[in-house]
């Protein structure tokens, strides 16, 4: 994977001590900072972190940028199967109201919309679970 690593040129922060390389630094970046709404110590806190592959090696770094990118992975996986599972229970729901005694009493055309909102659900449902099922296969290659 072809990744920009972190330099001392592209931080101001001294590795060693954790500071702005020189005041001058100090002042650009309290001004960004400033720019962002955050404090002078959260944003030297953020070019710390920029630092991490300056201080690790480049095999660490990949290491780290891979946990990432997979526990991002896992939570776009995680909102899909949350996004089935709620579909599932206003599917449900839905199918519970289609066969009471209130659906009777509707007219025509409210009855028909609410068909086609039947159709849709459940093809939208089929589309998640064959997602869900791509998931599986995605896994097994990884």
Known sequence: ???DYP???TCPIDPQTGQFQSEVAE???ANEAA???ITREQFQRVLQAHNF???KSKAEYDRYCEQREK???GTFRDRVIEEREELAAKFDRLTEFLKGKLHSTLSQDEKDRLRKQYHVMLEYKDI???RIAAFGAVAKEE
């Open 1 to 3: 994977m072809n990744r």
């Open 7 to 9: 330099t001392a040129r």
């Open 27 to 29: 002042f650009a970046y």
């Open 35 to 37: 720019k962002l709404g």
């Open 53 to 55: 592959a300056e201080d």
């Open 71 to 73: 526990e991002r992975l």
């Open 128 to 130: 998640l679970d064959e």
